[in-house]
């Protein structure tokens, strides 16, 4: 990492962090731990400098970091505008609000999508970079990785640069049994690898807790442009979407707050005053 | 007492005294859920055995290779002792939520596992001879992976397994899931 204020950074990426949503399970949403978040940002700073970018799913709000960061200049590179998309309001409301606190909505905005849905026309092959950090696909072969990454080449142009972040670590061999379909799947697509840091990243994890992710930098090939043709997903790629007989039924994560409403996780007790 | 051979994909969970009941008295009180409502909602809560990423996907896929699969419980000593109140709804999937049944009462639970009669386990297993059979961990050779935090998981035997001298853990009780198998509270 180049030279940076190590407490300027961290002390923003915080302010990222405090703004996200709980993580909710049912979705595979775990979250990245701090220091990660950091050295993932830096790295992927340099990849994705001055380049459009579309993030399919955020929930670690790494695209926050990127262009928070950069826009309070701790980092030298930075994406010239983020599109985030994601399934939870709750995460799209959490973005489009810190940006538009912190005076950055021009650089970065989130929209409500579902990647069983086909994606906007209005987005398709438009963007020159891309970012996803899918749901691992332990029991489902690396499945959920290849939709995801099916939509991100939709939204992408021919050159445009990729980030993956995907589960790595040589004690849980299932990570290297995705990370070799997936592999295949992306040369198979016109992708090429051109870098990958290994055991990379650590989560909040209670029950795998020395589980690591990978980062993985792909440059599309320059392909013709083409027509869009984006489909739904069919009712057989829903069935493991999440693994083995874990099927994805949920269209959107509601955000019954809008971020304007109390939360309703807690109830305040008055003081009961008693007279002498 | 029996070896557990014959159970070879079970949930494994640790309990003990919850929420101010000691754990016979939580037994009593789920062996009267079961006499009225024909189940038991057996809380739960932390970071393992999710009831949709993974107690239900296990259990459904180990029911097509066996009758029934079991929870095997190992009797702890335990000061779980959250002030919540008792759960109203239940959901399988967090889209769809119901009340809880007459006569069910979950304290202090984010998720139950949904059981028949709860039967004194008489039984002895070796975690070395098990492994993790879903989620992040799976592979993971059980005795590894039940430390800390970690009381619970869903597991399957080992390719590896071999009838071992190593700890044998007593299980206190056993049950089997019903469907829906393990559900969330709120």
Redesign the interface.
Known sequence: MAAIDLRKCLNAISDVITNRPMPLREFDQIYMKAADMLLQVDHVSKKVSNRSCVFVGDGDAIGLCLVHLHSLQLIDDGPSEVLVLDFDERIVNGINTFASNFGISKNIRAELYNVSDPVPEKYWETFNGFYTNPPFGASNKGKSIEVFLRRANELICPGAIGCLVLADHPQYQWTQEVLAVTQSFLINNHFIISEMVPEFHHYHLDDAPDLTSCSIIVKKSFTPNSPYTSLPLSVEELQDFYGEQIPLRVQYVKDKTGGKYPSKDYELIPIKYKSK | MNNITNQDAFIFMKVGDHAGETFDQILERKRKELNSAGKIFWGYG???C?P??QV??FV??QLKRHNNIYLLMQSVHSTADPDIEPATEYSK???NWERIPDGIEVIGSRYALVLGDIEPGDLELSLENFEVG???????AASK?IQG??DK?CLVVSENFHASDSVQIPISFKAPLLEPYAV?LR
């Open positions: 932390g970071r393992s999710h949709i990423q239900q996907p459904q896929l999937d967090g889209i879903i989620g992040p961990s799976r592979g993971k992976y935090r970690i998981a969330l």
